[in-house]
């Protein structure tokens, strides 16, 4: 290893980290110096804790305590760490190679991962849904797979139309095609609004499963309407819209948004990337509605947390239809795509998945965030609360002092990064009533600590 002897002197423009170890810490004081991490400032970095390990649903940091992880390492590790079914298929596809390119290849791992997954994710009945499978890299690259054979589906059909409907309050990834289908307003990507492509933006539908949805609908039917002659598809999470706001909408919507697209010869794509594999008490958040899409994109809890790995299900029209254009071939092809290792892995994620244990873990996860997220309600400063499967927020009514309510949850031992205005945790499955307690009973300090401390400030 280099060891970061570091002719590294902290840059002076570097904040103190006040009780963070970075003074301790060689290693700290060179990822300060040096490493840019997600959504922060390479010159004005705020505070981060360096994990040794991690086993089960506990990370080890480098002082030596051991914290739950309640944001299951960005919605992923849904069966905790190093669980040894993983490990197992990791070490045994390492044994064979860990990669190999896909282009005029193929592999026994993406074979059967690909099998599996036209098996699993089905419509509500049961039924088989899709017909192809595109392994991507990541939640973005497929949201961009998705775009892409969305527009080349509407040129094959003889339709030249390249905009897409999406959702105000969406969010479905960092690269430049998923930014342009995020809150252009709300969102964390507004600054790019004026390079990216200009698509067309439905109302966030109204908050809570059971909503009335005859304004939005209205709404959406007349934009629809207005702009299908340039729209290639419709893009939303369904249910859950996730870091956008993690708010809950009615299932409702989904249908109208089915019915829309097939009266106006439009795509619906469903980006699953954050919903999928049962975080929402469904398996897919799209069975909270009986409606299947004609693209479905799923990620993130697709391999356990392990690797990155994302797929694009499409149905056999949209596969036809893409054929039909003048490319003749889906336009895209990643160096590292279908990745045995992670295949493999997630195929290890999919059995596990296939016992059915998360369905009783995630409403189990659901009642007790419920009860202790409840009293929060009463707290200043707290906005709403809202509990859906294995997801618990709790929404303030300011800007949340992230590194505060960071230090505070790691003082009762539990891991989370808010966002934005919100609290919340999206924890592994296997936690049991005990973890999920401490990560509720954590929040419940968390909330009342910066809201004491904001009061006396003002
Ligand atoms: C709904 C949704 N889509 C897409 C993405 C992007 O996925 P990735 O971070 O793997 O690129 C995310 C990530 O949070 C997401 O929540």
């Given at each position: 290893m280099r060891v970061p002897s570091l002719r590294t002197t902290t840059p002076t423009t570097v904040r103190p980290s006040p009780g963070s170890q970075v003074a301790a810490d060689p290693l700290l004081a060179f990822d300060r110096a040096h490493l840019w991490h997600p959504y922060d400032s390479a010159t004005t970095p705020g505070p981060v804790w360096r994990v040794e390990s991690a086993s089960g649903v506990r990370l080890r940091l480098a002082d030596g305590t051991e914290v739950i992880d309640g944001m299951s390492s960005w919605w992923c590790a849904i069966h905790g760490y190093r669980h040894p079914v993983l490990d197992a298929a990791a070490r045994d596809q390492l044994a064979r190679m860990s990669h190999v390119m896909f282009g005029g290849l193929t592999h026994e791992s993406a074979i059967m991962l690909a099998a599996d997954l036209l098996e699993l994710v089905t419509d509500r009945a049961g039924?088989?849904?899709?017909d192809h499978v595109f392994f991507a890299d990541s939640g973005s690259v497929a949201v961009e797979v998705a775009l892409k054979m969305a527009i080349q589906y509407q040129a094959g059909r003889g339709r030249p139309r390249s905009r897409i409907l999406a959702l105000r309050g969406g969010y479905h990834g960092d690269t430049l095609g998923a930014m342009s289908v995020c809150d252009p307003v709300e969102g964390m990507h507004r600054l790019f609004a004026g390079g990216l492509p200009q698509q067309v933006f439905a109302p966030c539908p109204p908050s809570g499963l059971g909503a009335d949805i005859a304004e939005w609908t209205a709404v959406t039917s007349r934009l629809v309407a207005e702009h299908a002659d340039q729209l290639a598809a419709i893009i939303v999470e369904p249910v859950l819209q996730g870091a956008g706001g993690m708010h809950v909408y009615p299932p409702a919507c989904l249908r109208v948004l089915r019915e829309l697209a097939d009266a106006f010869g439009l795509l619906l794509v469903f980006d699953?990337?954050?919903?999928?594999?049962?975080?929402?008490?469904?398996?897919?958040?799209?069975h909270h509605a009986d409606v299947v899409p004609d693209i479905c994109c799923v990620g993130k809890a697709l391999t356990g947390g392990y690797l990155t790995l994302a797929a694009v299900l499409c149905s056999a029209e949209v596969a036809a239809g893409v054929s039909a254009s003048e490319a003749e071939v889906l336009m895209h092809g990643p160096t590292f795509m279908a990745n045995p290792l992670a295949c493999a892995i997630a195929r290890a994620n999919l059995g596990l998945l296939r016992e059915g244990k998360w369905r009783e873990q995630v409403a189990g996860i659901q009642q007790r965030l419920a009860c202790g997220l409840e009293?929060?309600?009463?707290?200043?400063?707290?906005?709403d609360v809202r509990v859906l499967g294995a997801v618990g927020v709790v929404q303030l009514t300011k800007p949340v002092d992230v590194p505060a309510v960071t230090r505070a949850v790691l003082r009762r031992g539990v891991w989370l990064r808010p966002f934005r205005d919100l609290v919340y945790t999206m924890p592994p499955y296997i936690c049991t009533d005990d973890d999920i307690d401490a990560i509720t009973a954590a929040i419940r300090a968390a909330v009342a600590e910066v809201a004491q401390v904001a009061e006396v400030g003002e």
């Open positions: 039924r088989p849904a899709f699953e990337i954050a919903t999928g594999f049962g975080r929402t008490g469904e398996f897919f958040a799209l009293p929060c309600r009463g707290l200043p400063g707290v906005r």
